[in-house]
């Protein structure tokens, strides 16, 4: 009970807003001990499935009119499209991260991670020994050793995080609630308003698997998900807010996003934004973020005899 308690207490400290106390390694390994180069080919596969996809979109479909309306919209006018944009960025860059890393460190991309080394890596559920501490005394090889980048710890804190990685990590977090709701909201307001009982390629690409895409990779991933990280959610649907504002105002016709996102009735939209900022978005986050804890709980079992 202490154990959770102090570990409550870490969670809701106000550095947690940043992206402090995660070391590089995390961006570059599964959670599940998967050898480097299956990992780093799978970055790649879902990296360059979604770009063809959005590419493909994009180049389709730089136009979209609505059936009974004379109004055209861009693309990129779409909540639907920032967020798969987003999506596409995020994988790209998780891949660059990944490999950039693989090619300094890791001499052995077809060997499973060693327990030990790896474990160190993914260490939430234990109050100490940490990664960083004094008290922690590497048990592997120097080979190993610099291959989970150990070189790069010191007594006095953790590494810093490079920017790539701060930036993968906050694409992270903001698209996977961004497109659960870009789900959401296609097939709860959109879907049922379009007459048809099927999805063409686009569409399905774009509103299920999407999610699907999301979902897999917080299960393979190692990258944490934190509370406070809901703020760049956040962010990035303000900056979607005062776009579609600014784009309607150009042409009172254009409402993407009819009896959701509809400045022609500003007390429904301001109500539906509350809805979504207040109350489904927090929950999707914290939805993202009981699964990350469920992810540490099973490989805290899965190594329990290491731990």
């Not at 609505?66 to 944009?85: I, K």
């Not at 993914?122 to 990664?131: A, D, I, Y």
């Not at 120097?142 to 953790?158: F, H, K, P, S």
Request: proline share 5%.
């Amino acid at each position: 009970m202490s154990q959770f308690c102090s570990y409550v207490r870490s969670e809701l400290q106000l550095k947690n807003f940043g992206f402090g106390d995660v070391h590089p390694a995390r961006f570059a390994y599964s959670q599940w001990r998967i050898p480097v180069g299956v990992y780093l080919a799978y970055r790649f596969l879902v990296a360059v499935y979604v770009s063809f996809w959005l590419i493909s979109i994009a180049r389709d479909t730089p136009v979209i009119s609505f059936p009974n309306s004379n109004t055209q919209f861009s693309w990129g006018s779409f909540l639907t499209n920032w967020t798969y944009l987003v999506l596409a960025l995020y994988l790209i860059l998780h891949f660059f991260v990944c490999f950039f890393y693989c090619c300094k460190r890791c001499k052995h991309l077809c060997c499973v991670p060693d327990v030990d080394g790896h474990k160190q890596l993914f260490n939430e559920l234990q109050v100490t020994p940490s990664l960083w501490s004094g008290e922690y005394h590497p048990v592997d090889s120097a080979e190993n050793a610099d291959e989970y980048g150990r070189q790069e710890t010191t007594v006095l804190g953790t590494p810093s995080l490079p920017i790539l990685h701060k930036i993968t990590w906050m694409l992270f977090t903001t698209v996977s609630s961004a497109a659960l709701m870009v789900t959401l909201v296609f097939f709860v307001f959109l879907w049922p308003q379009m007459g048809t009982s099927s999805l063409d390629m686009p569409n399905l690409q774009e509103h299920v698997l999407n999610s699907v895409l999301v979902f897999l990779d917080h299960i393979i991933s190692g990258i944490p998900i934190r509370i406070y990280h809901y703020i760049y959610l956040v962010l990035y649907g303000a900056t979607y807010t005062a776009f579609s504002a600014i784009y309607w105002a150009g042409d009172h016709n254009r409402v993407m996003y009819p009896n959701v996102l509809d400045w022609n009735q500003p007390g429904h939209t301001a109500l539906m934004l509350l809805l979504v900022a207040l109350v489904i978005l927090p929950i999707l986050h914290m939805c993202f973020f009981a699964i990350y804890k469920v992810k540490l709980f099973v490989y805290h079992v899965l190594h329990q005899d290491r731990l």
